[in-house]
């Protein structure tokens, strides 16, 4: 396996923020993603929100589970915390180290099959607890890693590049999400990185739970029953000489429109994503107004990009359980394990 390394030498003429960073100090490895992966854009707008934020990247915690999207924060903030979880357990990791130190910031990175699957409790959880981070979902529809098949966010009655129609409900995480109690909910377009890079940083600086379902495309090919070239037909049929791949590559998808228009995105296998920009009047404090207005597009083929939700006043986990101002991993044993008196007190108290 050859590995290349970005040089660690930037020009000295490069723009820093206010903390002395460039932008390429909050970049990562190079990506191993298909060419023209929209996550690979998702991880490019995490980037440059990081960056216009002032960020200090040794003070972001990003944590992840299994999947073409979880491999991508090894492509960002390469001087971050990091971990890679067990898949669809990211959530619950990632609140075990929120409440060990309440002094990071906490990036969640997931697919739809890593939240919307697998992991679909976890995610729940996370959400109704007000655990404070930015969870972003890279939502393409597919199990990419396994070769196209439809995944629990796929709409029903969506045809694969193949033909084979999905019979299936969608699950839709940004609905979830507003009727677990999230208090900042978005929904982008990985191609739209003028709507998107905004989103992020309003989700990092969020005081809770924010959550951002981010739709990309998967510019790949499927591996379905049938396909002479899945997995497991080549695993039947293969007589080796020497192991080689090659993946056509494609353009990534990008659109632009304004607020409140209407926009359909050919896409790869020449299908049609119908997205809806929100208007500048949009109230996205009212929840029930956005489940509704989420609804009412949804039944007419729309997909509804911008920030849907936002509570001013969210809380979050720690205020819920009044827990110490400083971190939990700076406290000494004295306070951790204060005697059997103060044991016996709280005893006392719940009996």
Not at 16 to 36: F, H, M, P, Q
Not at 88 to 105: C, E, H, I, K, W
Request: hydrophobic residues 35%; aromatic residues 6%.
């Amino acid at each position: 396996m050859t590995y290349i390394a970005k040089p660690r030498l930037h020009h000295p003429t490069l723009t820093r923020n206010k903390v002395g960073y460039t932008r390429r100090d909050y970049e990562g490895r190079i990506s191993t993603l298909c060419a023209g992966c929209g996550h690979d854009s998702i991880s490019a707008a995490i980037i440059q929100a990081c960056w216009e934020l002032d960020i200090e990247p040794h003070r972001v915690a990003k944590l992840s589970g299994i999947g073409c999207s979880s491999k991508t924060p090894d492509y960002f903030l390469g001087a971050s915390h990091g971990f890679n979880t067990v898949h669809g357990r990211m959530p619950s990791v990632l609140t075990g180290a929120n409440l060990a130190n309440r002094d990071l910031l906490y990036l969640g990175v997931s697919g739809d099959g890593d939240s919307a699957s697998i992991g679909l409790g976890q995610f729940a959880h996370a959400m109704r607890r007000g655990v404070r981070m930015a969870y972003i979902v890279e939502n393409n529809g597919v199990y990419g890693l396994t070769k196209g098949q439809f995944s629990a966010t796929a709409d029903r009655g969506s045809k694969s590049k193949k033909g084979v129609v999905n019979s299936d409900e969608a699950v839709d995480l940004v609905g979830l999400a507003l009727q677990l109690g999230a208090t900042y909910v978005g929904r982008g377009f990985s191609g739209d990185k003028e709507q998107l890079v905004p989103m992020i940083k309003g989700a990092i600086s969020h005081g809770g739970a924010a959550f951002i379902d981010v739709i990309s495309p998967c510019v790949t090919f499927n591996n379905h029953g049938g396909s002479t070239k899945s997995y497991d037909y080549v695993r039947q049929h293969d007589e080796p000489v020497v192991r080689i791949d090659f993946i056509e590559s494609r353009d990534e998808i990008t659109a632009q429109y304004a607020p409140g228009e209407v926009v359909e995105v050919r896409q790869h296998d020449n299908s049609l994503l119908r997205l809806r920009k929100l208007r500048e009047d949009y109230d996205a404090t009212d929840r029930v107004a956005a489940m509704n207005y989420l609804q009412a597009h949804q039944a007419r083929g729309e997909i509804v990009t911008g920030l849907l939700y936002v509570d001013p006043v969210a809380t979050d986990l720690h205020m819920a359980l009044n827990t110490t101002e400083s971190p939990l991993n700076m406290l000494g044993k004295d306070t951790l394990c204060p005697g059997m008196s103060a044991l016996e007190k709280l005893n006392a108290s719940l009996r």
